[in-house]
């Protein structure tokens, strides 16, 4: 794992995409959570690219859990990519999370 965290949030119109790489965690994922709230709240469509994210934990969960539901009640659903051998993509099945966004690999990686 790695200590360092790269977090981007990318604003297209309506559009956006934030993008978490490395060790997200509660030390260092304030970016993330700013990003991915504030666009929950007007957004029309967001993705999460976590396909280089090699570690999530609770913060990063509840986050993700906040904005899923908040696009639901949109008639949106939250689009999350993710690399399907890597941590993460195990913590957000686990958490049943398939039921409230889309969880996908990237094209690079199918």
């Known amino acids: 794992m790695s200590d360092l965290a790269d977090t981007s949030v990318m604003r297209d119109g309506d ?6 790489s490395g060790t997200l965690d509660l030390t260092n994922y304030k970016e ?6 504030s666009a929950s709240k007007d957004a029309e469509a967001i993705t999460v690219d976590l ?3 090699d570690f999530i934990d609770t913060a990063v969960v ?3 859990a906040i904005a ?3 696009l639901l009640k949109k008639g949106k659903r939250l689009k999350v990519l993710i690399n399907k ?3 993460p993509y195990r913590v957000l099945l686990i958490s049943g999370f ?3 966004m889309d969880i996908e690999e990237p094209v690079s990686q199918q």
């Open 85 to 87: 051998a890597a941590y």
């Open 51 to 53: 396909s280089k994210a």
């Open 32 to 37: 993330f959570h700013n990003g991915l709230i």
């Open 98 to 100: 398939e039921d409230i």
């Open 62 to 64: 509840q986050d993700l």
């Open 15 to 20: 559009n956006v995409t934030i993008t978490g």
């Open 68 to 70: 899923g539901v908040a």
